[in-house]
């Protein structure tokens, strides 16, 4: 169907993926659990350190877009690593360790986490 | 997103999802495309989660997130959670626990210690109805025994309703949305009807990973907003994801 909302008749044979829709493979990492909360990211941030950083300046870019005078982010800068201190454990030390790891601010990976909460409205 | 579970006629159980996020954050004209979405797919990645040297749970996670929106306890339970959007939404929440009220959980956080916790279906079913939270969801459970398949719907403070795999009525799979199952879903973002339409479509005596991929596969079950696809058999502990692309012409959402 070429008008919205593009529907297709049910799809078969197209696993396993290839073609158009398929992106790419997913890769593995093992989280040790008995590692203390602050060093079971650094293998998997290490690997996806660049890919974060350009998530998150993504993210900067639309809220200064939103906010141009940088206030936003400022904000997100200045308050959300007081939050990081309030999540339960391991969840806030893990969270500490990705910022420590990536480089990426603190308040930028705790926004990151909360994402999902924030856009529920 | 869109999370199903499914029954075959042997009573094997199945669970696959697409991941759909990043509505409304920012559109590339150029490429047709919503900008967080394509920056996030570069970040997704399978996890194993070990103690002791042993599996305890594997999940599909964006790197940098500490939650889980997918995950299986191999030969116990398999978890998904999809966005419930309301007005009293996880923004609440959230004030409400930068102001001190800090009695709810995070719904990823449950997710993740559910996973990490629960020893059984039954059990996760009980914490995923009963916990506070801090912004509505749908939890998409499935266990390792017949029937054990179920959507909960959350708002922040009660479990709403508990949609069952029923064999009995004819119901061999479960399959959400983002709309609460008994209300129709928003007309221009009818992902439901084609998606259950595919399920009906393959048959019980049909159904396996492989025939729910096509299912994940098609439009507008398939969309713009989709990152990834996983699929996951609780018998056998296999999870496998694949980032995805939903060419032109599709919808934004």
Redesign the interface.
Known sequence: QFIPPYTEDCRTDMYPPKGPTFKGAVSWYTVDLDLPPGKRWAAVISDKKAELVSMVQAIKDLANALVPSGRLIELVDVSLPLMANTLPQPFGEEIKGISAVSGVPLGEVVLFNIFYEVFTV | CTSIVAEDEKGNLFHARNLD?G?F??WDIKNKSW??TE??????????????NQT?FKS?N??????M?TGIKPRTFTLTMN?????D???I??LE??FGK?DG?????LTRSVL?NANSYEEAKTLLAQTKL????YFILGGNQTGQGCIITRSRLLSIDVFDINLKLGRWFVLETNYDHWKEPLF?D?RRT?AI??MN??TQSNIS???L???L????V?NKLTA??TLMQVSEGTLE???????N???PW
């Open positions: 996020f509505l954050m920012g900008i967080i920056k996030l797919k570069p970040l997704v990645v399978n996890l194993d989660f070990r103690r002791n305890v599909t964006f790197a940098g997130y500490v939650g929106l966005e419930r959007f309301s007005l939404g996880g923004y929440g959230i626990w930068i800090r959980i995070w719904m990823s956080f990490e801090l912004a509505p969801a221009l009818d084609p339409k595919c479509q393959t990973l492989k025939t991929y096509d299912v596969s098609t439009k507008p398939l990834y696809t994801s694949y980032i995805r692309d939903c060419p012409p599709c919808m």
